[in-house]
Structures are given as structure tokens and as C-alpha cells.
Nanobody, 127 residues
């Protein structure tokens, strides 16, 4: 069983920055994708960013390109940490952010590709 634990959410003003972290363990992550999604109240869960386990391939939603960066640090094939550096935050970035793991070696942007999810961390951007 995979364990995904997010942290780093909080309240920030428009234009500020936050770094989200996701500690992932419990399986061999070689060739897997790690992703970040978000869900605002009353809206569907949407893709934010994804990265292949090797870090060689990334994918970003158009709404966050140039502002957010996803990267990973791995200790070995069984444990990795996935980070989402968020800069120039806007009120529309306010949502619960979820870390997810996918067996696809390609960083996909669709929810069904992801098999395991964390509990989420709240990000609130005030205007």
C-alpha cells in the first residue's frame, strides 16, 4: 500500500509563495509518475503538475506554467519526496492540493491515471 502525506499548505497573500511537500513510500516508484492536483469548493479536481520518477519529464497546467515548479528528491526506489514550489500566487489558486501517484511512466494530466492519493493540504491566497 502506498502512503502519500502532503504538507506545506497555508494562508498567503497575492503574489506570495508556498512550497508543498509530499512524502511517498510503500512501493517501488521506479518508472512511476507523481502529480499534484487541486480542488476548489464546488469545482472538479483539476491537474496542476506532474513529473516522472526520474525527473526527466514534467507536465504543467497552462494556468500555472511559469509560476509553479514540480520536482522530486528520492532516497531510493521505495521512498521519494515530491515538491511543488508555487510562486506569484493568485486568489484563483486557492484550493485543497492533493499529491497523487500513477503507474504511468509518462506524466499524465487526467485524474483516472492516478491510483493513489494523499489526504490533501489547504492553500488559501488572500487578495
Amino acid at each position: 500500500q502506498v502512503q502519500l502525506v502532503e504538507s506545506g499548505g497555508g494562508l498567503v497573500q497575492t503574489g506570495g509563495s508556498l512550497r508543498l511537500s509530499c512524502a511517498a513510500s510503500g512501493r517501488t516508484f521506479s518508472r512511476y509518475t507523481m502529480g499534484w492536483f487541486r480542488q476548489a469548493p464546488g469545482k472538479e479536481r483539476e491537474f496542476v503538475a506532474a513529473i516522472s520518477w526520474s525527473g526527466g519529464s514534467t507536465n504543467y497546467a497552462d494556468s500555472v506554467k511559469g509560476r509553479f515548479t514540480i520536482f522530486t528528491i528520492s532516497r531510493d526506489n521505495a521512498e521519494i519526496a515530491v515538491y511543488l514550489q508555487m510562486n506569484s500566487l493568485k486568489p484563483e489558486d486557492t484550493a485543497v492540493y492533493y499529491c497523487a501517484a500513477s503507474r504511468s511512466p509518462v506524466p499524465r494530466s487526467s485524474v483516472p491515471w492516478y491510483d493513489d492519493w494523499g489526504q490533501g493540504t489547504q492553500v488559501t491566497v488572500s487578495s
